[in-house]
């Protein structure tokens, strides 16, 4: 803002040209609410990689609009991250499997159409199928009748799940197929939200325009470039939007997301760029804001290597784990946005929620005597080197890894027994680690779906687990997470996942490196201003002066 | 000139074949695309083999994939990209801006770069000229990403005359300074090689000529010096309108101009064959198209250049 007001003087023939440009950028965000509630924010965004679908969408810029134009049954809250009932009445079950949904009466879509039963059945039943190729469409696996909406190979021998069944208008069953006593609290995932008949009679038309039954409504949308969001004014939720409206700007760059926002020309921008996190501070103030998410990243192991599943190899990487300066990499690479990891889940989650602090132990302290001793008894590193493996396309994974390397090298007072294995593109990448080429450690990020203990192991370390890349399989482990979710009570359900957690620890399945915090900062017009737990902001609490 | 026309035509068609089968076969080398879309997450199998069919990728990528692509391409189908759009709506979008781009670059390259050139190849060694040449050997070491990131800088941050980003209308007067730092190193060669051929052709004869004839000054440099001197100048510019749209990814992401260079980075980065393979294509035309244009345009400035 510094320089707008002498411009004027400033300004040559050429900049006369230029400074004509300066008016046309922030075209919308200066346009007022129109009497409905206070001005239109804009805020940077991704370009979303899949169709904006529910059950289609598993990236953040994607769940972001999601999250503004969608409410399901529960919400989480986004302080807490507990969640609560939205358009659900009740959840009741009395055997943690059979399920009745009674929902709330009066919430429509903003095209008109009620928020029935059916909305949800619909909606679910079209995620599930294998022929509308959803994403997401794993999540209804517990639902009865999956495996025939969606055999893991083949044709599917039926287009509607078994276990959904409607009893009127604002009641519906879910019979699921094995018990699991945490299922109510998955209901707020975007997968799970509602659709308007709409979407199944004009596909296409619906893609160009989502609608759906949140807080906002999608005013235009131009792919690849913006999305103008209005207030709804119909919405009779408890939630109803603070300011008029929000228009996401597609950037590539989040350098010039932060730049756009130091020149007064963005308001928000909830992704701060590596590069600027040491003058964040000075550049914002207390307008930059930097909470838990509900990230922790992990190293994963190739378990299907005999050398890394071995014996000793329980040694060798639990010893690696000690190895790791977890304080001093997150100080000095991270500016203190990732907090050292003492457990497998994350802190928003909450004591009640499953986290332990300090569930680690001393197998994540740094101990560099008792790390090489460990490393030593286990025989040694396999091949005596270890290769960490990371995508180098995106993020600065690059810098963290020749840290942890770095650390370990130091220890082991060997400069080559660690190294990085950068791999082009995250797409090869995963690519690589589903075929099981792994020689070594890598890389591996896990944020969570939703906020329960069950997924940041059973989706990671259960045999055969979607996410379960290492294939690391134990049994005790397996037995204690099919136990804690057929509990029907809550805390004694968490307490058996952390019992599951230390069988994790004990085998050392993944070493946990860092909790990654949301960061975000904003413009002088912006207040009230927060992440939620999955590090995207409440739009809705947000006011415009 | 008609069977040369005919001729330079008939050598494009391998050269395109090549330059896309080529790429087809780079992109396709990477890996598996459908790995990256579900996320740190492995796409479940069913949903993966689904997807793979949907976008022709069960298939041996030669001849069968590439053959496909290529009938489809004859006919304006480019596939559709991983969001669901087709790429010919991607490239609706993105070669308009890129190209006003490029317009704004080549205008840049054209007026500053050519007078600069002129200016200092009639006044050789003397301080406009070794200033110019100081200047140009600057732009062209300093690399795009620093002088577009430095300007953006001064200019939208420090003192707020532009606006640092440019908005997905992307008008003329917003591309301005994008265009001059997408032009600046070529900008530079035009300069220094404008002064070199000045230079030397104004000690040739024909320019010698001229001048005893008692011909204006401003006549013997406009219609004598600068039309032969401008031979090698046009055959750069030429060649630089398809490297400046094939090479705005740098400048494009600095300025948050969604062009072909935006589409090219996301299409590379989430492995998106369809779009990395439909906007090389058309990239790969444009090259082509421009270098005919080339050749044209030698036989216009120098008669002497016929070709058969």
Not at chain 1, 104 to 128: H, I, L, M, Q
Not at chain 1, 340 to 362: E, F, H, Q, R
Not at chain 2, 247 to 257: C, K, L, Q, Y
Request: charged fraction near 15%; charge should be neutral; proline fraction near 5%.
């Amino acid at each position: 803002m510094r320089g707008i007001t002498h411009a004027r003087w400033a300004a040559g023939a050429v900049a006369v040209a230029l400074a004509a440009t300066g008016c046309g950028g922030g075209s919308s965000d200066s346009g007022g609410g129109s009497g409905s509630g206070g001005g239109v924010l804009s805020s940077s965004w991704g370009d979303p990689q899949n169709p904006l679908e529910p059950a289609n969408t598993n990236e953040v810029q994607g769940g972001k609009v999601l999250d503004m134009i969608f409410r399901g049954l529960v919400r989480y809250n986004p302080k807490t991250a507990k969640a609560e009932n939205m358009i659900a009445q009740s959840i009741d079950t009395k055997d943690s499997q059979n399920f009745t949904i009674k929902l709330k009466d009066g919430w429509t879509f903003s095209n008109g159409e009620k928020v029935t039963a059916r909305s949800f059945v619909d909606a679910w039943n079209y995620g599930a199928s294998l022929k509308n190729n959803q994403k997401n469409a794993y999540f209804f696996g517990y639902i009865d009748g999956y495996d025939k909406v969606h055999p893991e190979s083949g044709k599917q021998s039926a287009d509607t799940l078994s276990g959904l069944k409607v009893v009127d208008d604002h009641t519906f069953t879910v019979k699921l197929n094995q018990k699991f006593s945490g299922f109510p609290v998955t209901l707020g995932y975007a997968a799970f939200a509602p659709l308007p008949q709409a979407f199944f009679t004009d596909h296409a038309a619906w893609l160009n325009k989502p609608v759906g039954d949140g807080p906002y409504t999608i005013e235009s949308y131009t792919k690849g470039s913006q999305m103008q969001l209005k207030k709804w004014t119909g919405y009779k939720g408890p939630d109803a939007a603070q300011n008029g409206g929000v228009t996401l700007k597609v950037y590539t760059d989040n350098n010039t997301a932060y730049t756009d926002l130091m020149a007064g020309n963005l308001d928000l921008v909830d992704d701060i760029p590596a590069s600027q996190l040491k003058n964040v501070k000075s550049d914002l103030g207390d307008r930059y804001i930097n909470t838990p998410a509900g990230i922790i990243q992990t190293l994963a192991f190739p378990f299907y290597d005999k050398d890394w599943n071995s014996s000793g190899a329980q040694k060798v990487r639990t010893g690696l784990s000690m190895a790791i300066n977890r304080k001093q990499i997150t100080e000095t690479i991270f500016n203190n946005t990732r907090t050292p990891a003492t457990d497998w889940t994350s802190p928003v989650l909450g004591s009640a929620g499953g986290y332990k602090s300090g569930l680690c132990g001393k197998a994540c302290d740094y101990d560099p005597a008792e790390a090489k001793k460990l490393i030593k008894e286990g025989g040694g590193l396999p091949g005596g080197q270890v290769k960490i493996s990371y995508n180098a396309d995106t993020g600065s994974h690059r810098d963290w890894v020749n840290a942890v390397c770095n650390s370990i090298n130091n220890v082991l007072g060997n400069g080559k027994a660690c190294v990085g294995n950068p791999i082009g593109t995250f797409a090869d990448f995963r690519n690589q680690i589903g075929q099981h080429k792994m020689t070594g450690p890598f890389r591996a990020g896990w944020q969570m779906d939703y906020p329960l203990i069950q997924d940041f192991l059973q989706p990671l370390y259960y045999t055969d687990a979607s996410s379960n890349d290492g294939k690391w399989s134990n049994k005790q482990f397996d037995q204690l997470v099919d136990q804690a979710n057929a509990e029907t009570d809550l805390p004694k359900a968490v307490s058996t996942f952390q019992q599951a957690e230390g069988v994790v620890r004990d085998n050392m399945a993944a070493i946990p490196l860092w909790y990654q915090n949301g960061s975000a900062g904003y413009s002088q017009r912006l207040s009230n201003v927060a992440l939620n737990p999955f590090s995207v902001p409440v739009y809705d609490e947000i006011k415009v002066s | 000139m008609g069977r040369y026309v005919v001729r330079r035509l008939l050598q494009m068609i391998p050269v395109f074949i090549g330059s896309t089968l080529l790429i087809f076969l780079m992109v396709n080398v990477m890996g598996d695309p459908i790995a990256g879309l579900c996320g740190e997450r492995q796409c479940d199998p069913a949903t993966a083999a689904q997807l793979k069919h949907q976008f022709g990728l069960d298939q041996p990528v030669f001849p069968q994939q590439y053959l496909t692509y290529m009938g489809n391409v004859f006919t304006g189908d480019f596939g559709t990209a991983f969001n669901g759009q087709k790429v010919t709506e991607l490239m609706g979008t993105a070669f308009p801006v890129t190209i006003r781009l490029t317009i704004v670059a080549i205008i840049f390259e054209i007026v500053i770069g050519i007078a600069l050139g002129v200016v200092t190849g009639l006044r050789r060694g003397r301080p406009v000229d070794t200033g110019v040449l100081l200047t140009t050997l600057v732009v062209i070491s300093v690399p795009t990403f620093v002088t577009g990131l430095l300007l953006q800088l001064l200019l939208g941050v420090e003192w707020g005359w532009i606006s640092p980003s440019v908005s997905p209308e992307a008008t003329f007067d917003e591309l301005i300074l994008p265009g001059l730092v997408l032009a600046s190193v070529s900008l530079a060669y035009v300069t220094r090689l404008t002064r070199t051929s000045i230079a030397e052709n104004r000690r040739s004869d024909y320019v010698r000529t001229a001048i005893a004839k008692g011909l204006p000054r401003r006549r013997v440099i406009t219609r004598h010096l600068l039309r032969n001197s401008l031979i090698p100048v046009v055959t750069f510019i030429g060649t630089d309108i398809g490297a400046l749209m094939g090479g705005a990814i740098v400048t494009e992401r600095i300025f948050n101009i969604h062009g072909v260079g935006y589409q090219l980075y996301q299409g590379i980065l989430r492995q998106n064959s369809q779009t990395v393979v439909g906007f090389v294509t058309v990239l790969v035309l444009v090259f082509l198209v421009a270098n005919l244009l080339v050749d044209l345009l030698y036989a216009v400035l120098d008669p002497r250049i016929r070709y058969a």
